[in-house]
């Protein structure tokens, strides 16, 4: 869906067709903010035919900023308006916001740099580790890296809410939890959730811990871990898992690798108290479900829906599957949606193991690097525009359209610096959702007499701008 200036500012005025003049029109009839209420429930592509069509809805869309600001906090996320508003201290045309929201099509990428200049310790390079966005901080924990090894240590870099290119990491915890990778560390509220991993023996474990960002003034920016308890029932130990939280209590998990490098196709809800000291695990029995697989993505968009894509499946193959999640029901549902790579422009690259997705400005899901089935390690920038799959009341397990499918995908262009290509590296956003923090990974090295792979572990954080 494109907006243009003349959808956005032009109507026919055609209601004196079909009422004989604007005066004669039911619709003058009604309040204004019942209209505002009526607008909101439906999707943006109804709106703008509504303004095509009657003079009194195009006043309306055309001149109101309290609706186009409703609009962006349903379509954009709540948070999002609110750090827009923080940032530029409610200077902000909404209706202008949301048209170059929706005509978003290239990133620009940025080198960070520390503000010590490489004086003091940074985080040593790592893959399979995690990074978030919490209490306007990145928070890095655990990984793995050269020989197999892991890591123990949790990192943490104040952001605020300004855009700025250096920063100042801190390492402030060591060996609790236990060193780790391939877990998963999802942000819920103020805190963050740990769940499972796989040490550097081998091991894979099933237990669930609870980070905290605390800033005090004598002491600075510190962070703490505690277990969280679970009781007896929790999801069999794995690593390369993913998982993503619903809302301020749920978080959801699926597959992974556990023991004898067994891929599961399982999925656990995670619901914990309201104080985060206990949580208890069910598992969500569906038919059908997404097919075992490691190295996906799970990434949540909206208060109801969470989406999975990609991985590598029980027979080592890569794979390009989108599954949604509904858990607005009292039961929790999958429902695949099924499109045709040959429909979508490069669509071939699609299929990958070891990316990131991220739900950006604008409600859609920005994907990033990974691997193919011949571990090529890519640098290409994916949107999966969710807003038609939203759009669409799902009766079925299945959803297969062909319109669909070519509006969801949409490779974007990439500008300024160049990263190297890697995969199961971690990203994450600000609470706009406008700038992307990538750390880590997987990349390409230099062939090695010692080093056969040529693959080597990277240390390197840049951020991802999307260009308003």
Known sequence: MILTKRNMEEGSGSVNHYYGGTSSSPITNIAQDHLL???????????LSLSMTCKRFKDIITSSDTLWKSLSSRDFGSTCVDALLYKYMHQISWMRLYKKTYQLDSVCCHRLFDTHGGDLDLPSARAS???????????????????????????????????????????????IPSGRFGHTCVEMSDFLVLFGGINDNGNRQNDTWVGQVTHNEKNGITFSWKMLDVG???????????ASSIDDKRIVVHGGIGL??????????????????????????????????????????????????????????????????????????WTQIVYDLRNIPDGVSLPRVGHSATMVLGGRLLIYGGEDSSRHRKDDFWILDISPIQSITMHSTTLSSKRVSTKMWKRWRSNGYEPKRRSFHRAC????????????????????????????????????????
């Open 37 to 47: 209420t009526i607008l909101l429930l439906l999707p943006i592509d109804a709106i």
């Open 129 to 175: 580790h995690s990074l978030n966005f919490v209490s306007n901080c990145l928070v890095m924990f655990g990984g793995g890296c050269e020989g197999g090894r892991h890591r123990d240590d949790t990192w943490v870099a104040y952001i605020g809410n300004d855009f700025e290119k250096t920063l100042k990491w801190k390492t402030v915890n060591s060996g």
């Open 232 to 242: 007896a029932i929790a999801p069999p130990s794995r690593g390369a898992h993913a």
């Open 260 to 333: 004898h490098g067994l891929r599961f196709g399982d999925t656990w809800l995670l619901e914990v108290s309201e104080n985060l000291c206990f949580g208890t695990w069910h598992e969500i029995v569906s038919h059908p479900s997404p097919p075992p697989r490691s190295g996906h993505t799970l990434t949540c968009i909206g208060r109801s829906k969470t989406i999975l894509f990609g991985g590598r499946g029980l027979g080592y193959e890569i794979l390009d599957d989108v599954w949604l999640l509904d858990t607005c029901q009292s039961y929790l549902k």
């Open 429 to 468: 956003t600000d609470p706009s959702g406008r700038y992307l923090y990538v750390f880590g990974g997987m990349v390409d090295g230099f062939l090695q007499p010692a080093e056969p792979s040529g693959l080597r572990f990277d240390g390197e954080l840049f951020l991802v701008e999307l260009v308003l």
